[in-house]
């Protein structure tokens, strides 16, 4: 049985087990008795209907794209006559690629290029989620408890329309700002701050900037949703109590804030490690980010094995993020999804 | 009250940045698009022209984009609702114990960056298709272009009607079997009208999330274009305010949508509040007669 | 068209949790059957069972003579009016009295005259057009109980509708329920924990408390023969007096109880040695000294002036007072707060039931 063959039986399995479950237990009427059966409850035609829809995106749509993924990075490298044939083994190569690099010579030597670009990303993707949150959070808490209803709406509208503009386009905005005879450096040069144009784009500035604009609808929403549930009067008390308006935020509002925190802070992270759009337009020569290079992988590369391989470390590292943060906030799954 | 003031300044202050920055590169964008120069430029301002939005439409690659663009949005709607609508329903139904890995896998997308998932799309689908031999009508990309997008763009459909689906009456549900009818008629006359709000949002959320993708398409287009990669191509490639005028419409009509949809909700808001008054003057006219109501013969 | 219903021992179990317990009744062509108890007590749940929307664990429901297992909520006979009434907020009142003749298939012009007579017939003529969130609470109870009544059921099914309504309405709602039912003429099946509810509408009341039905019998004779402790503490009011029986004296019995030996009919036949309730109602008492069998003395804690009945609440040896109803009629003064004050009353007006649950406050 080969790996691939594997990838379609383990779903196949689980849904058997949960099945089997569900029968046992109404067998043994340990079930609710007001639960009808799904058949019953929906028709037999409406059944089919939501069984098929529903496995049609669970299986060929989520998960098997993805155990196939993962299952084709521990293949190596092959010409499409040569697949399913005796070179065709389970390997590691591409992981041990990633860290290690190519081995000329007898000397061990690391990828450092890549796994600089890793760190570096992960990083960068930090700090913009960080700076992010600092931007917004202020917006998010005015419009959550001081805007009345109609400036809310109004404001809202104004958020959210810029981000209807596709986000090459807003990353090309970007460029046309910051590039040598755009209008920063010329304003900057007219008021004698510099004498020649500064290269913002090849120090990685307008990467940085154009992350973290990408991202701020993403971060505002969830940390409105948070911040508005919070009753008005708790913040009345503590400021009736005394506290400065930091405390009142890091003792009050923070806490209760902070399913919304945890979600907004997750997306950006994700969007930003796994970003395409800002790198490739926004990027210096010598940028290097993680996404990219598996982008080359793909389409320069044509290494379709490979750039599986660092994608799922590129997965591998969200869902790191992703526990990590709810750990540290101490907030379920369910809560972050909005 | 000099402190109210102060944090008044700073609050008015802090949304001024802020709005500059959000709106700041869209504004120079926008006047770049009515430059003269070949190369968008907002500073110095040479003359006034149109003559970017012509280009734009004369551009052949970029009607082609569009169009494409188009039909994937509506292959996307036309998949991920329904799914969306059948995924929600089955939450609720749906074996207790198994909820969660349901739950999981269901929101998995919404989370995982856009590049994997076209990567993963098209290697499943390319040796799927072939092993199946159905590899001429499958492996397109137009076809795979709708199926990674539907990954993520299903479970937003999800969240969508669930949210609403969660706030049924299930009463109503009940009231409407006790009468005698079918469980398809339930369906059809009882809930899908209750959750014909959330089915518009879905739909036009996922109109509009695949219009304007970007990382998983990229990957599950293969050899076609639609909009936002032709769009990638130009940018790479440096380019004229023809991009400027792009953007300068999408704006115009964004704009319009907010408007229109503002105008519809405050008419509705409206609707609501005289129906309330009617039931009020229902509620005191009962009371004034004492509790007594003419009692048919 | 009308028909009895029969429960046939049913029992409903929710996984370890038994709502109902071996229920057997039957409910007669063309009557208002009332189920009356505290919340809890397994009411709704045969109501539902009735309806179709749970299967009894084990027993049978019979409608008109037909076992109706299988048979799920939309094919049985009966119209369920929910407690919180379940109207179609998207549809207009014609749509939603007209709704079950919809989906059976009953062409528009038909449905259009059958909505119209039952409009006039809830007094709410010419308001089809209204949508549901325009109406008062009365109006919308009555919606209901149209588009209910516009399936033609053999029994309909009334969850509390009327406790969501306030006072006035409420006893509005009373007379106007039952003259419907009279009109109508199908068999009425109603639940409610409100007694006068259930005393002034039904022709027989089922009492029921933790899922037992205690006693199934017509108003008046749940009140002067309750079969149970719980009844006879749940219908109108009561004085238990707790104790042991003694002695019995033909269908008298003796009972030893914290005021000393008390006589009572015995219905139930106990025996010296069993564990006992005396009860007497409040008016069964008279201010003075009786028997020595049939008379209490306590101090008063309290007494209130009604109008036409005063109230005299005597220290008892449990938590509660010992509650005596003084008419107009009597000529003692009204007994002073503090004094200690005898009290009599007629054995047999007096009860003695095996001990068991009391009705809580």
């Known amino acids: 049985m080969s790996s691939r063959g594997l990838v379609y039986l383990i779903p196949i399995a689980v849904i058997a087990i949960f099945w089997a479950m569900a029968v046992w237990e109404k067998r043994r009427g340990l079930d609710d008795p007001s639960r009808k059966g799904f058949v019953q409850q929906n028709g037999i035609l409406l059944s089919t209907f939501f069984v098929l829809a529903v496995a049609f995106w669970t299986l060929f749509l989520v998960v098997l794209p993805y155990m196939y993924m993962v299952q084709e990075s521990f293949h190596p490298s092959l010409w499409p006559k040569d697949r399913g044939g005796p070179k065709d083994v389970l390997t590691l190569e ?245 | ?26 504004a120079v964008m926008g006047v770049t698009a009515f430059n003269t120069p070949n190369y968008p430029t907002a500073y110095p301002f040479e003359a006034f022209t149109t003559k970017w939005f012509t280009a734009l439409f004369n551009d052949r690659d970029m009607m082609e984009g569009l169009w494409n663009s188009v039909i994937i949005g509506i292959g996307v709607v036309c998949l991920a609702v329904p799914v969306g609508l059948a995924a929600s329903i089955v939450m609720t139904q749906i074996y207790p114990r198994a909820r969660s890995l349901y739950y999981l896998i269901t929101v998995s997308p919404v989370l995982t960056p856009g590049v994997i ?29 709708i199926f990674g997008q539907a990954s993520f763009i299903c479970a937003y459909c999800m969240l969508i009607i669930l949210a609403r689906l969660q706030r049924f009456d299930r009463a109503q549900e009940e009231a409407a079997l006790d009468l005698g009818a079918s469980y398809p008629q339930v369906f059809w006359h009882i809930l899908i009208p209750f959750l014909r709000p959330a089915l518009f949002s879905a739909g036009i959320i996922a109109f509009l999330s695949s219009f304007e993708n970007y ?21 790479r490639q440096g380019t004229d305010p023809s991009l400027s005028a792009l953007a300068v419409i999408i704006i115009a009509v964004s704009l319009v949508g907010a408007i229109s949809y503002e105008i519809l909700k405050r008419r509705e808001e409206r609707r609501a509040l005289e129906a309330a008054a009617r039931a009020r003057a229902a509620e005191r006219g009962e009371v004034a007669l004492g509790g007594a109501v003419p009692t048919a013969a | 068209m009308s028909a009895d219903v029969e429960l046939d021992n049913v029992t409903i179990r929710f996984g370890s949790f038994t709502a109902v317990k071996g229920a057997t009744l039957k409910i007669e062509n063309g009557e208002f059957f009332s189920f009356l108890g505290p919340s809890g007590c397994g009411k709704t749940t045969i109501l539902r069972t009735v309806s179709g929307f749970l299967d009894p664990s084990e027993g049978a429901v019979r409608i008109g003579g037909k076992d109706m297992a299988g048979i799920g909520a939309n ?34 012009e038909e449905r259009a005259r059958k909505v119209d007579d ?74 409610t924990h409100d007694q006068g509810e259930a005393l002034t509408m039904s022709d027989r009341i089922a009492v029921m408390d933790a899922g037992v039905i205690e006693q199934v019998a017509e108003g008046k004779s749940l009140y002067d023969n309750p079969a149970t402790a719980f009844v006879a503490s749940f219908v109108g009011e009561n004085n238990p007096f707790p104790g042991t029986v003694s002695r019995t004296v033909g269908d008298h019995a003796l009972v030893e109880t914290a005021h000393g030996p008390l006589r009572g009919r015995n219905p139930k036949g106990l025996k010296p040695g069993d564990k006992a309730i005396l009860f007497v109602r409040p008016e069964a008492f008279s201010v003075g000294v009786g028997t020595a069998e049939a008379t209490i003395s306590s101090t008063v804690e309290a007494v209130t002036f009604e109008g036409n009945t005063s109230h005299a609440y005597l220290k008892g040896k449990g938590a509660k007072p ?33 001990h068991g649950r009391l009705a809580s406050e």
């Open chain 2, 215 to 235: 990382n998983t398409t990229t990957f599950a287009i293969l050899a076609d274009k639609t909009l936002v990669t032709v769009l990638a191509g130009r940018v």
């Open chain 1, 94 to 338: 591409h992981y041990k690629y990633f860290i290690y690099g190519l081995q000329t010579g007898t000397e061990a030597s690391y990828n450092v290029t890549h796994l600089y670009a890793f760190w570096k990303t992960l990083l960068i993707s930090l700090c913009v989620t960080f700076a992010n949150f600092c931007l917004c959070y202020p917006l998010a808490y005015y419009l959550a408890q001081s805007a009345g209803p109609q400036k809310l709406r109004l404001l809202l509208i104004a958020l959210i329309v810029p981000f209807w503009v596709n986000e090459i386009l807003r990353a090309f905005a970007f460029r046309v700002l910051l590039s040598s005879n755009g209008l920063i450096n010329t304003a900057l040069i007219n008021m004698g701050l510099i004498d020649t144009s500064f290269d913002f784009l090849r120090a990685d500035i307008g990467l940085y900037l154009g992350l973290s604009y990408a991202y701020l609808l993403i971060m505002v929403f969830p940390l409105y949703n948070g911040i508005e549930a919070l009753d008005k009067n708790q913040i009345e008390a503590a400021r009736d109590l005394g506290a400065s308006w930091w405390r009142i935020h890091k003792d009050v509002v923070m806490p209760f804030a902070k399913p919304g925190i945890a979600s907004g802070c997750t997306m950006v992270f994700m969007l930003a490690a796994g970003s395409l759009a800002a790198p490739q337009f926004l990027g210096g020569p010598n940028t290097l980010w993680f996404t990219s290079i598996v982008y080359d992988f793909f389409f320069q590369a044509f290494n379709w094995s490979r750039g599986s391989a660092y994608a799922f470390i590129l997965l591998l590292a969200c869902i790191g993020f992703v526990l990590l943060v709810l750990r540290v906030f101490k907030v379920s799954l369910g809560e972050i999804a909005r």
């Open chain 3, 322 to 354: 010992i509650t005596l109803t003084i008419g107009r009629q009597s000529d003692h003064a009204l007994p002073g707060q503090g004094a200690t004050l005898a009290a009599s009353y007629d054995p047999t007006k007096a009860l003695v039931l095996p």
């Open chain 3, 75 to 108: 094919r049985r006979p009966t119209a369920l009016i929910f407690q919180n009434l379940a109207l179609f907020p998207l549809m207009t009142v014609a749509d939603n009295v007209g709704y079950g003749l919809r989906v059976r298939g009953v062409p528009r």
């Open chain 2, 1 to 26: 009250m000099t402190s109210r003031l102060v944090y008044k300044l700073m609050t008015g202050f802090y949304l001024l940045i802020f709005f500059a920055y959000l709106f700041g590169p869209l």
């Open chain 2, 117 to 145: 998932i076209g990567i993963s799309t098209v290697i499943f689908w390319k040796d799927f298709a072939e092993t199946t031999g159905l590899k001429p009508y499958l492996y397109k990309g137009m076809i795979l272009a």
């Open chain 3, 118 to 191: 039952l409009l006039r017939l809830i007094a709410l003529p010419d308001q089809g057009g209204k949508l549901v969130s325009e109406l008062s609470g009365g109006q919308k109870q009555r919606v209901a109980i149209a588009r209910a009544l516009a399936v033609e059921p053999q029994v309909l099914l009334l969850d509390e509708p009327l406790s969501a309504l306030d006072l006035k309405l409420r006893q509005h709602m009373r007379n106007e329920l039952r003259n419907i039912q009279k009109r109508v003429g199908i068999t009425f099946i109603y639940i």
